[in-house]
């Protein structure tokens, strides 16, 4: 696998770098928008040029404002932002002007935009007394035109509820953190179901681990390729780990990315192949387009764009 650098967002001058990991959202020819940890509820907007160019939000608790860092879905209706670790959406238009503010029925895990209702999906967690998840699916305006709870049968949108998107066919497919990928059609009856092996996949985090201990890896986005497959994408542990970790080491020398593409094939979801980098990419926009981050001279990490190259060397046939 190569990743193809096309760009890399902002300059010295920002008021700040992107920190450990970052969300960046292309608006199409108008620019980006960038969320991290360390910018905390404020989101920077980019011109289409990658240059600085204001920012979209402030910290706080009023209409439009966030109290931590963001993800992002564009869609007909405009863009749908969410805080991490919080039920609260904020709903702007496609030119960045606020339009509303408004809650999930539980915490937000993710938002994607849907081209059947030309909305947005969102999955979420924890929203009654138990650990039950589940997707609701908004039009433009954010209106909730129903939802998709978790059951027996379904175990990703259950405690471990992750990514839900909706092909082109109009089959939804979600992840949950820990690897298990499921198949729904329109009617949201589940069709299939995978669960993703890999480094620390399938395994319940546990906190009371000792320090030094690998964290299991976690799936962060579903996307779909141009061959028509989905790309499950997962930042684990370095294989193999490096030799001396210290407090120098940096993130790409401790955890790796690894893709996972599966399909539909006689009515079971497959593996076609794996493929895995030491950098920590993350799908951007359509098809191959993708993002990583790079340490700067001045300090600070930015964001880099550009193109994943996959060879069917790199994802064979299992």
Known sequence: MTFETLDTLGAADDPAGVGL??????????????SSQLLGGEVI??????RYSRMLTREGEGPGELRGSAEFAIGVGGILIHELRSPVLHLFSSNLEFKKTFRAPGVAWSVQPDQATEGWLVSYTGGGDGPEGGVVFLDRGGNIIRSMKASEESGSLRFAVGDAVRGPDGMIWTA???????????????LGSLQLEGPGLGLEFDPSVPTGRSPPAIVTDIHFAADGSVWVFVLGPATPPPPNIGDQATPEELIDTFIHSVRMDSGRVVLVGTAR??????????????????????????????????????????
């Open 176 to 190: 949950s953190y820990t690897g298990l990928v499921e198949v729904f059609d329109d009617d949201l009856r589940l």
């Open 45 to 50: 907007v980019y011109d289409s040029a990658g």
């Open 277 to 318: 980098f030491d950098n920590l990419v993350r799908p951007l926009g359509d098809e191959d387009l993708a993002y990583d981050l790079v340490n700067m001279p001045d300090g600070d990490r930015r964001v880099r764009l550009g193109r994943l190259r996959l060879s069917r060397q790199e994802l064979p046939k299992r």
């Open 21 to 34: 990991l970052a969300e960046v959202l292309p608006m199409k020819n108008e620019g980006y928008l960038v």
